[in-house]
């Protein structure tokens, strides 16, 4: 629980810093690596929009980038109101790419968690590297 709490922190701060000037969709991602290292992402608009990156795609990037190849848990934090800010399809494929099927994804606000999933509850039935042995 206590991870829960500096992982959903790390989010919530990585989307005070996001690039969204078109959409004003801010979106955080934190990862905790299987070397309990937190490595965070946020999401980077572009003019020419399919140039932008989402913020779990970022996390993973700056994951790979400072050494760690496994994610342990993560929190994504976005949206406005109600609706939860899950990870969009593409980047649910790239978590799975470093994630096992019960890797917790815990989805949070601008205040702290709203809910938490495993990867097989966004993404059943996935295709990962070990479909490739």
Avoid: W
Wanted: net charge negative; proline share 4%.
């Amino acid at each position: 629980m206590r991870d829960d709490i500096f992982l959903i922190k790390a989010a919530i701060s990585a989307r005070q810093i996001a690039y969204a000037p078109y959409s004003n969709f801010l979106v955080g991602a934190a990862i905790l690596d299987e070397k309990d290292h937190i490595h965070q992402g946020q999401n980077v608009e572009n003019a020419a929009y399919p140039n932008g990156i989402c913020a779990e795609t970022s996390a993973i990037a700056t994951m790979i980038q400072q050494g760690g190849t496994r994610i342990v848990k993560m929190a994504v934090s976005g949206g406005n109101g109600e609706l939860l800010c899950t990870p969009c399809g593409g980047c649910r494929q790239r978590i799975r790419e470093f994630a096992s099927q019960d890797t917790r994804i815990l989805i949070c606000d601008a205040n702290g968690l709203k809910e938490q999933f495993t990867l097989s509850d966004l993404l059943p039935h996935s295709f990962g590297p070990e479909n490739l042995d």
